[in-house]
């Protein structure tokens, strides 16, 4: 039976799509594209990255950039998509596997319940797949999904949030064990753990669980606590906590928490409303875990605490400033896929669409 890896799954590559230089980003546009730069160099270094871009300009601008700033170019993967925004964890295919094979599977995206433009996000997947980038099976589903939406142990245990999967914006025609058995006839999971309380203020996406609680290993959750009696997301996250406290494991054990700070208030700077910054946003890949920062006072703790989760990998901040100011962060703009599923370059029938030479005297 196939089920839904986990991040710390080995991983082929992580992909992430390029902002269009008229798109939501446009006012702010140097500011992500260092960003997502800053993404792709650090995961470069342990792993190959996919990146979709809007047109051919801009992929050879970035691209260029990148070798330049030491990008080797066995590590860079790219092709021109249709695309409406940024957020490759929610269009990006979901993975499981049987052990043997890898399977990708594309569920509907439909911009966080209708809340943005999203019919070309929803179709980068089988782009993607046209382009002969896939090593493996591609599965289409008639179920509305994102990929910030669940959380998996590998185990066929799933964490997710009543407030994003029975949104009556994604599946309204699907009640809770309606929507677990869809979940179980496509991803193998056996079990789903729901989360009541859980919310941050300035969020699009219906409390996706990235932003509040996640899978660290199959017996260790990361939180966010709000230990600030007299913010507004206090009570709401300490519900969340208690809720945490009294999930247990499919033997019955107790699972390892590890709370992670709450850090100051970020707000837009234009209208000062609450921008919804947490450290759950991380990104598990080959070796490291990349953690959003915010310039605050806690960053250092937040990567002192999963450092304590992943004691075998690297723990590397990534400032998230800009991605915030879009309602998002680290992990929202990245997608992992897992090891089997990204065709090698030179077995891809359009393998020219996929690449760039890079300058003379570049990194390779």
């Known amino acids: 039976m196939h089920r839904l ?15 269009r230089p008229d798109g939501d980003w446009a ?50 993967h790219t092709a021109v998509v249709d695309s409406d925004d940024t957020w490759a964890r929610d269009h990006g295919p979901l993975a499981t596997s049987d052990g043997d094979q890898v399977k990708l599977h594309d569920f509907i995206f439909t ?4 809340k943005f433009p999203a019919k070309r996000d929803n179709t980068i997947s089988r782009q993607l797949d046209q382009l002969g980038l896939l090593a493996c099976p591609l599965e289409p589903h008639e ?38 058995e869809q979940l179980r006839q496509r991803l193998g999971i056996e079990r789903v753990l729901w989360l009541r309380h859980g919310h941050l203020e300035g969020d699009d996406t219906d409390s996706h669980i990235d932003t509040l609680a996640r899978f660290c290993s199959p017996d260790t959750i990361a939180y966010v606590r709000c230990d600030d009696p007299e913010d507004t997301h206090y009570a709401e996250l300490r519900a969340m906590e208690l809720e945490l406290e009294s999930l247990t494991r499919a033997d019955g054990s107790a699972y390892r928490l590890i709370a992670l700070p709450w850090p100051g208030a970020c707000l837009d700077a234009d209208d000062g409303h609450r921008l919804p910054a947490t450290y759950a946003n991380f990104l598990i890949i080959n070796g490291a875990v990349l953690v959003p920062t915010h310039g605050d006072r806690r960053d250092r703790e937040a990567l002192n605490a999963l450092a304590e989760a992943f004691p075998q990998h690297d723990i590397i901040g990534v ?46």
């Open 143 to 180: 179920l509305i999904l994102e990929g910030g939406a669940v959380e998996t142990d590998g185990l066929g245990t799933l964490l997710t949030t009543d407030a994003c999967l029975l949104n009556p914006n994604r599946n309204a025609h699907l009640d809770r064990a309606q929507v677990e």
């Open 319 to 364: 400032d998230a400033s800009a991605a915030i100011r879009q309602h998002g962060s680290l992990h929202c703009l990245t997608m992992q896929w897992p090891r089997g599923s990204l065709m090698p370059s030179t077995s891809r029938p359009q393998a020219a669409l996929s690449q760039t030479t890079p300058p003379q005297g570049a990194s390779s």
């Open 111 to 114: 911009g966080w319940g209708g």
């Open 5 to 19: 890896l986990p991040e710390w799954y080995p991983q082929d590559a992580v992909q992430l799509t390029w902002p």
């Open 27 to 76: 006012h702010m546009l140097d500011a992500i594209e260092l960003m997502l730069e800053q993404i792709a160099l650090i995961t470069g270094r342990y792993q190959p990255v996919i990146i979709g871009f809007p047109d051919a300009a801009t992929r050879e601008r970035i691209t260029m950039r990148l070798y330049r700033r030491g990008m080797a170019s066995d590590r860079l």
